[in-house]
């Protein structure tokens, strides 16, 4: 039984800074692509960004580039997301997911993951 269970999320004002952790358990995770994703009231679910396994290729959405870090440690069955500048349209349930098949080269398709956690809110205030 694979376990994602995601921490990090609240309230921050605009410009502030979050740091998403999503620990996984149940199955050897160095050997999963990663991926946050976010839903916003009333929007379909986004990609937000991907890691590969060993962390060596990233994907991010537009909307979060040279704003957003994804990383991951192996040791520690965790991967995270570092959130900085953020924005009011950022607020969202952030998701981590996991895919067991695109484990060298993320997918940003929500469909090609296996594994969800079950998400944590994050409010950014203008």
């Known amino acids: 039984q694979v376990q994602l269970v995601e921490s990090g999320g609240g309230l921050v004002q605009a410009g502030g800074s979050l740091r998403l952790s999503c620990v996984v358990s149940?199955?050897?995770?160095?050997?999963?692509?990663m991926a946050w994703f976010r839903q916003a009231p009333g929007k379909e679910r986004e990609i937000v960004a991907a890691?590969?396994?060993?962390?060596?290729?990233?994907y991010y959405a537009d909307s979060v580039k040279g704003r957003f870090t994804i990383s991951r440690d192996n040791a520690k069955n965790t991967v995270y997301l570092q959130m900085n500048s953020l924005k009011p349209e950022d607020t969202a349930v952030y998701y981590c997911?996991?895919?067991?098949?695109?484990?060298?080269?993320?997918?940003?398709?929500?469909?090609?993951?296996?594994?969800w956690g079950q998400g944590t809110q994050v409010t950014v205030s203008s």
């Open positions: 890691i590969n396994w060993n962390g060596g290729r990233t």
């Open positions: 149940g199955r050897t995770f160095s050997r999963c692509a």
């Open positions: 997911a996991g895919d067991t098949t695109h484990w060298n080269t993320p997918t940003s398709r929500w469909s090609e993951y296996d594994y």
